[in-house]
C-alpha cells in the first residue's frame, strides 16, 4: 500500500503541471489582459469619465503578453512600459510561468489585480459562503438521501416507493436555480409571503444578538438558498442507496442468513447494510472536502452571497489571473489528493480490496 500510495503522489506532479501550464497557455491568447484593462480605464479618465480599479502583483501568474489593445494611442509608451512592468508582462511567458510554478510550491500565490489583496485572503474570505452552502447540501443530502433509499429498497414496487421516486425525479429536473427564484416568490416577499430574507448570512446586526439567536438569525438567512441548492441532490444519492441494497439483498449471503432465522432488521443491518453502502461510504471524502470549497454562481447570485462561485466568475471576466490561476492550483491539487482519499478508504471499507499489483 505504501509503494501505491508515494506512485500517486509522484504521478500528481506532472498532473498538476500539465493542467497549469495549459491554462497558461490558454491565458497567453485571451485577448484584453490586466495590461489592456488599465490602459482603457487610464484612456477613459482622460476623457473625463470616472473609472476604478487597478495595481497589481509582484509577478504576474499569466495573461496576454503581446497584441496590446489599440486604444493604447491616448497613453504615453511609457506607462504602458511601466504597466507592463508592474504586472510583470516585461518577462518571457516561460520565465513567467517557471517563476509562478516556484511560488506556488511555496503556497505564495500572490495578489489580485481588480480586489488588491491577497489571493489567500481573498479566498479565505468567501469561504464562509461557500461552506455554508456545500457543507449543509452534503449533510442534507446523506441524513435524508440513505434512510430513504433503505426504505425504498425495502418497501421497492410499493406505493411508497413509487410515489418518492416521483417526488425526488421532479426535484432533480427542476434546476437550482430556477427553485431559487420561485422560493423567493413564494416566501421572500416576491409576490405572495415575506418570511425569509434575501441578502447575506447574518443579518446587519449579527453581532448584537445572543448566541442562541445568532444561529437562529443565520439558520434563517440560509433556509432558502440550501431549499434551492440540495433538492436536485436527493435523486442520485437516494437511487444509488436504493440499488445498492437491492443488489446485496438478492445475493445468496441473505437468503442464507434468513435461513437461519434471523429477523429482517438483522439482515438488513447485520449483513446488508455493510456491504451495501461501500459504495456510498468510498465516496464519502470527495464529497465532504468539495463541500468545503464548493461555489454555486447561480444560487449565490438569486441569493445576494459573496462566496467562492462569484469570486471565480469575477476573477475570469475581469482577467485576474493570480485568482484564476492560484484556485486551479490549490483545487487541483485538492482534488488529486482526495482521489487519492477515496482509494484508501475502498481499503478501509472492504479490506479484500487490495492495490499491491496496481503499485
Known amino acids: ?181 420561485v422560493l423567493i416568490v413564494l416566501f421572500g416577499g416576491g409576490s405572495f409571503w415575506d418570511i425569509f430574507p434575501l441578502r447575506g448570512l447574518v443579518s446587519d446586526h449579527w453581532a448584537d444578538l445572543s448566541w442562541p439567536m445568532r444561529i437562529v438569525d443565520y439558520l434563517w438567512h440560509i433556509t432558502l438558498p440550501i431549499t434551492a441548492s440540495v433538492v436536485g441532490s436527493f435523486a442520485v444519492m437516494t437511487l444509488l442507496t436504493k440499488n445498492s441494497f437491492l443488489e446485496e439483498i438478492a445475493k445468496q449471503y441473505v437468503l442464507t442468513a434468513r435461513a437461519k432465522g434471523l429477523s429482517e432488521g438483522a439482515v438488513l443491518y447485520r449483513h446488508v447494510f455493510r456491504n451495501a453502502m461501500i459504495p456510498l461510504v468510498t465516496g464519502f471524502p470527495g464529497s465532504f472536502v468539495a463541500a468545503f470549497f464548493s461555489g454555486s454562481l447561480l444560487i449565490e447570485t438569486i441569493f445576494s452571497l459573496d462566496g467562492l462561485g462569484l469570486l471565480g466568475y469575477e476573477s475570469v471576466i475581469n482577467r485576474d489571473y493570480p485568482v484564476v490561476m492560484a484556485t486551479l492550483y490549490f483545487f487541483t491539487l485538492l482534488g488529486l489528493l482526495t482521489k487519492l482519499l477515496t482509494d484508501l478508504t475502498y481499503v478501509l471499507v472492504d479490506p479484500r480490496i487490495t492495490f499491491e499489483r496496481a503499485a
Open 1 to 181: 500500500m505504501s509503494a501505491y500510495i508515494v506512485r500517486r503522489l509522484l504521478l500528481m506532479i506532472p498532473t498538476l503541471l500539465g493542467i497549469l501550464g495549459v491554462t497558461f497557455l490558454v491565458i497567453q491568447f485571451v485577448p484584453g489582459g490586466p495590461v489592456e484593462r488599465m490602459i482603457a480605464l487610464l484612456e477613459h479618465r482622460s476623457h473625463g469619465g470616472l473609472g476604478g480599479g487597478g495595481g497589481g502583483p509582484e509577478v504576474a501568474a499569466g495573461g496576454s503578453s503581446g497584441g496590446l489593445y489599440r486604444g493604447n494611442r491616448g497613453v504615453a509608451a511609457e506607462q504602458v512600459e511601466a504597466l507592463r512592468q508592474l504586472y510583470g508582462f516585461d518577462k518571457p511567458a516561460w520565465e513567467r510561468f517557471v517563476q509562478m510554478v516556484w511560488n506556488y510550491l511555496r503556497f505564495d500565490f500572490g495578489d489580485s489585480y481588480y480586489h488588491h489583496k491577497r489571493v489567500v485572503d481573498l479566498v479565505i474570505e468567501k469561504l464562509p459562503v461557500s461552506i455554508s452552502l456545500g457543507l449543509w447540501t452534503f449533510l442534507l443530502t446523506y441524513l435524508v438521501s440513505i434512510p430513504l433509499g433503505i426504505r425504498k429498497a425495502v418497501q421497492h414496487g410499493s406505493r411508497f416507493d413509487a410515489v418518492t421516486s416521483t417526488i425526488i425525479l421532479v426535484g432533480y429536473s427542476i434546476p437550482g436555480f430556477v427553485l431559487g427564484i
